[in-house]
């Protein structure tokens, strides 16, 4: 039972959080490669950007006295989600929309938002500098042990305030998503213009519209991703710039342009990385005395330093045999 | 060459001479080698993107297997090592590996159609296990023992010049493998699965310290080319003079190196090769439609320009010394280089050349340059009253990459063929 214990904590609540973090990231992702047509690398650093944006207005929050009994990083949520839609909005009139105008290839969209990502790091770390820093500098994290009320278990459950958060946010965000894909006009009109642009535009739909709420729902996703992955870990500049090819992972796994793909290979991903890691030997130990003695001690698929490699291993497996995702014809 | 890129080449010798004004004689040299070494790198890049069209944003992985190479050619041969059983663990996991390279090929071997088609799946699956099972069983005992040991397998002490080829040629090997499997995609996923692909080698490299010390770095990793210690060893007395006589020789190598390529590479460009491949590059259906083979055209490309890459990274890891697996990041070594073409001009390897130098001399000047106009404003706020700029230089040292964005965006919007633009030679 302590063996099982391990494994939940260790595997099924850090795979999920992770795999929460990495769905909100590619669904922004996969939307913005559905109605654009391009892979934004920027997406990452949107991610950082919103992380920042949400430190410096809790940093606001304590100096205004506001205390609240949730985390500040939690509460200044919405705020800094609108702002990074905001400058979401702001960087595709900039940056994309001149070049779009012009009728490039999809293929420069995509050079185009590496330079994004350059302009992006190179301000945050020149504004932030390179330190890392902690939301919880003037907050406790709070972490919850539960007991389970059996017999000869020592160990605990245990998740931390940041955790809950970011899954029970993300599940909350899926069905806002799928109600906004789904009952209102212009979600439908996302995914017509993602299906067929030129009919979704002769049928009427305001395909400005429709690219202007993409880049709010990704931005402000990112920005709720960012936070939350800053929350669970720790802030710094180059916070989402490693976990930007997870989440192309994760929107590739489930098929570019598939929303609830992306949601599915976002856990996918996630929790395939903690499974690589985890010692798989750990389970057996109960029944070590039945065991022949050359049995492994070290049953994991493969050394801790190589776990963010499973997600690129997937991401290229995947890319192989199935380049249109694992959903393909069971998503919408 | 017309005389807009004879103009343009000749501002760049200007900047240049400008910068050796300004900096000292050994740094400007130094400059012009690592910037060259970038030039060969982008005419690499250029063959594969300028020529072919392959979006290949792994360049950072092919600039860290020609440098682990060239240091594992030329470093000193590591006694501890041999004398171990080290060789003999590592030729076990070598049969390991074969074996299981052999069941996988096997299991491929089974026809689609048939009875066992429908095991196929499962048993490929089940090889790729047994063999990856297999190959961990050999090389975990190996590469601890090699590890505790003799720290790490060594070099085999030849010359580094030979070592710049052996890293291409690496370089080279390793594309054939990535090429064979990625080159079915296009575009943005050919971009995705390249820049997986990198961070997979990155990761290797890194881990493997049984090979390449990982974190611990290997250095000093020798230079073809006499060092300064080596000038002052022969005779020179003033060792200012010693260090420019050395570093103008190992350019002057560089200088070599990239002037052949560069000449075989125009020849192939001009030529009915070219045409091929910009036919290719331009309309791959049409191209296969007159029979082109476009699959094997492509794996060719792509393995040639990752030659360039990887004797680029080995020319950059012998200069520094040093073989560091941490210090590769995707953006001074990959994007970088995509920043070179496209302000060079994609298609044109005159243009990849002039991209290379010059997107190499902005990026090292932005930081002292940004240092000056920070100062500035820095001054100019502590005379209003408001308070100076804290800790100038490290924020300085972080324009290079906003500077390298700006660039790159500036050119794609305003000037999206480069500077030397591709140009296309219509017969009649």
Redesign the interface.
Known sequence: MNELIFFLNKVIISGATLGSVYALGAVGVTLIFGILRFAHFAHGDMMTLGAFISFMLVGLFQAMGIQTPLPTGFIVLPFAMAITAGLALGIDKGFYEPLRAKGVKTVTLLIASIGVTLMMQGLIRLFAGTATRSFFENETKDLFRFKLPIEGVKRSINISEPQILVIVTTVVAVIVLHYFLTRTRLGKGMRAMADNPSLAQVSGINTAAVVRATWIIAGSLAAMAGTMLALDVILKPDLAFNIVLPIFAAAVVGGLGHSYGAIAGGFLIGFAETMAVFNWAVLLRPFKAGLPEWFPTDLSLVPTEYKLTVAFIILVVVLLFRPQGIFKGASS | MIRRDAILFAGLGVLILALGMWLKVPTTIQLLVTALAYALIALGLNVQWGYAGL?NFGVMGFLMVGGAATTFISYPLNDAFWTSAGPFMLLKALIAAIFGGLLIWGVTRIPKKGNLSKLRGFLLVLAWGVAYVTYRSQIDPAAKLIETEAGFVGGLGLHAAFGWIVGGLAAGGVAYVIGK??L??R???L???T???S??IR??I??MDWLTRGTLTVSPVPWPTPLPADVVASGMTDTYMATIVSRSIFLALTVLFIAVIFFFLQRAYEGPWGRMMRAIRDNHVAAGAIGKNVTKRELEIFVLGAILMGIGGAILTTYVQILDPSGYQP?NHT?IV??MI?VGGAGNNYGALFGGVFIYIVWTISEPASLVLFSLISDMSESAGIGAIP?IE??AL????????????FA??FA?QGMIPERVRSEG
């Open positions: 979006f499997v990625c079915g995609l575009t943005d996923y971009a995705i699965a820049i997986g692909v961070e997979i990761a290797l890194k881990n953006i994007f995509w920043v496209i800790e490290s924020r972080q324009m290079r990459v906003f500077v390298l964005g700006m660039v790159i965006t794609l919007r999206p």
